[in-house]
């Protein structure tokens, strides 16, 4: 088995994970860009109330034990919390092309079927947009380099599914980026 590089485990609010983010030390190893996923399964309908610190568990049990992975994702996001999974400041696993350039979004939903711009899929999309701009902020990345999982040339699948529309979402995270630090010269502004 690989050396598994651990789990935080805990759950955020979006206010709480922008502090939680300020307070790291990103020496070792600093993200290019955002890669967002969807989980496809467990689906919305599957976890209707989100994600609880045993499916948490449950996860870090499935990459470690099963997939033989040495990390998961970096985040795991549902209607109610920022789950931060694999330690923000090393490397995790979810695109093949990227796992070394990049964070990895995981959103609860099969958002090539369930909606993301209404009920619970918004919420989703709310919190990762919030989790997005707090790490383009922390970490001085342009929102314009997010990716979608899809666009890794070695995946196959169509992740984060059809109802999450890329420039859409970039634009909320630049938005976003600049209603909470209006006043910041250093913060990368929308290229609208």
């Given at each position: 088995m690989s050396h598994w590089k651990g789990i935080i485990g805990s759950?955020?609010?979006?206010?709480?994970?922008?502090?939680y983010c300020h307070s790291l030390q990103w020496s070792t190893w600093r993200p290019s860009f955002i890669v967002l996923h969807n989980t496809a399964v467990p689906s919305l309908a599957q976890r209707p109330n989100g994600f609880t610190k045993q499916?948490?568990?449950?996860?870090?049990?499935?990459?470690?034990?099963?997939?033989?992975?040495?990390?998961?994702?970096?985040?795991?996001?549902?209607?109610?919390?920022?789950?931060?999974?694999?330690?923000?400041?090393?490397?995790?696993?979810?695109?093949?092309?990227?796992?070394?350039?990049?964070?990895g979004i995981e959103m609860l939903g099969h958002y090539e079927q369930e909606a993301f711009h209404i009920g619970r899929g918004?919420?989703?999309?709310?919190?990762?947009v919030a989790a997005m701009a707090t790490l383009s902020a922390v970490l001085g990345l342009d929102p314009q380099t997010m990716r979608l999982h899809?666009?890794?040339?070695?995946?196959?699948?169509?992740?984060?599914?059809?109802?999450?529309?890329?420039?859409?979402?970039?634009?909320?995270?630049?938005?976003?980026?600049?209603?909470?630090?209006?006043?910041?010269?250093?913060?990368?502004?929308?290229?609208m």
């Open positions: 759950d955020f609010t979006p206010e709480s994970f922008d502090k499916h948490i568990l449950n996860l870090e049990t499935f990459y470690r034990d099963q997939q033989l992975w040495k990390a998961g994702p970096a985040l795991f996001i549902d209607d109610k919390k920022i789950w931060v999974f694999t330690p923000l400041t090393v490397s995790g696993v979810h695109s093949p092309s990227w796992n070394k350039l990049a964070l918004l919420a989703v999309r709310k919190n990762a899809r666009e890794d040339p070695l995946t196959t699948h169509a992740c984060p599914g059809k109802n999450v529309k890329k420039l859409e979402i970039i634009q909320e995270v630049q938005i976003e980026l600049l209603k909470r630090h209006s006043g910041d010269h250093d913060v990368p502004l929308p290229k």
